[in-house]
């Protein structure tokens, strides 16, 4: 209990006790990755055992936090139906977004975020929103903000707002920050330039994880707060001391997410490390600077052979599949009045889509914008649907189960790979960009698969068979091989 009173030093910090510190931390971090593998093991073998046909999605166990059970983002038998699980029970009021946001009516609010998620570089303190991803304390907020970044929601955003006023204060702490980074990502929709700084104030008043870790990152860049590398210093190590003070709390234990992999903080610290500046500490944090670089190249070099394996050649087939849905969906639309011209502006998507992916690391993409924009056709049609534009709207929808059910079963794959590297954090970490896109596409297509369901019902389309697309995700995926 000394160690952590010593390392919640309020910004200051020396260098005897930087060693203690960053001592901590590594210890904590290897016990968080042992609880992760152990609940990815777990996932990998039910992955494996899916029940409602070969490769569809099923079965996972709602996730514990620590102190009480969460609903986090573990698909379960009905994941898909809810909002890919992130909000659970909760039915959030779309009215309190007015309170964060400026948007002239909820139907745009999609467009909008989408349009402010392609800025990638926002500042060197706040890279984008995506950059701190799985940094939060807490699973249900983690999963919330992963499901918003994938495809926003009214729901998704009011379930933030209203848990940025929680009894609960880790998941107040978390909501708030959540808020801060979207704020910072899309200030054209924020009510206030100073919105952000107001939500990170409130997340300041108490010790929290990601706001120490933001806070360090401000101090470090000098962008939002003057620069004071001893102060970043000192927020970094604070928010390290956290994990293992909430495991050793007195009463009911702290939760701390078993998938914040504390990439923001290392990233941090490497900057730090690089800068050159002096600051009390220096030589203490070399290791972590060095082992940050190492895992930086590590995910260079799995970014660049991921195309010639197993599962780059399983997500090629994945966008691929999808393609040939959208494809699809686009000969139906075309058949309608108003039809082509819809298709024309899909196909321009589509070309523009490709442009923008060819500039980074892409793993998976199954392009949501260009089945969204076809849904809000279909969704808006007037006229009638032709048999014909049935049987091409049904055929398009068992292309999505067979996509979405090798990239189920593709993560889990992914996962397993994680688990292969245990012992090593620079392997543990190597794949963790992959996994995110691949969940933030599992997002994704469960979302759109659902929406489709919905509105061919609506339409009087007949569903779409999935035991056959289980059968043909059965029949493909063993022919997939590393070169």
Known sequence: ????????????????????????????????????????????????DMQGGAGMPSGQPDVAGGKKKKTGLMPDNDWCSKQAGALGKMKPDVSLIAKEFRLEHLESLQDAFDRAFKNKSVSKTFPNAAFFQRNFETVRVRAIYDT??????????????????????????????????????APELSVSPTRWKELADKAYAYPHYTALVFRGRAVTYGEYEPQNI????????????????????????????????????????????????????????????????????????????????????????????????????????????????TSGQIESMKSLKGVQEGDKNTFIS???????AQLRFFQQQVDGVSPEQKQMLVEAQEKRYVAQGILANSLGELMAEMMQGFGDFVKMTTPLEAIKQANAAQIQSCMITAKWEQAMRAKNVPMADKSKAAAAVATDMSKYKDD
């Open 148 to 185: 918003f970044l994938a495809f926003p929601e009214p729901a998704t955003l009011a379930a933030l707002i209203e848990l940025s006023d929680s009894k609960d204060q880790q998941e107040r702490g978390d909501a708030l920050m959540a808020l801060v980074f979207l704020h910072l990502q």
């Open 366 to 372: 199954i392009k949501p914008e260009l089945q969204k």
């Open 230 to 341: 001893n102060a970043a210093v000192g927020y970094l190590n604070e928010a390290a001391s956290l994990p293992l003070k909430y495991k050793q709390s007195d009463g009911i234990q702290m939760e701390f997410d078993i998938e914040n992999y504390q990439t923001a903080y290392s990233a941090t610290f490497k900057d730090i490390f690089a800068s050159g500046k002096n600051f009390s500490g220096r030589q203490m944090i070399e290791g972590l600077a060095r082992t940050t670089n190492q895992i930086e190249a590590a995910q260079k070099a799995y970014a660049d052979r991921f195309p010639t394996t197993r599962l780059g050649k399983l997500y090629k087939e994945v966008e691929k599949i999808n393609n040939q849905s959208i494809e699809k969906g686009s000969q139906a639309i075309a058949l309608s009045q108003g039809g082509n011209q």
């Open 1 to 48: 209990m000394n160690t952590i009173k010593i390392c919640s030093s309020k910004g200051r910090v020396v260098a005897s006790i930087a060693f203690v510190c960053l001592f901590a931390f590594s210890a904590t971090s290897h016990a968080q990755f042992e609880k992760l593998l152990k609940k990815l093991e777990k996932q990998a073998g039910q992955v494996q």
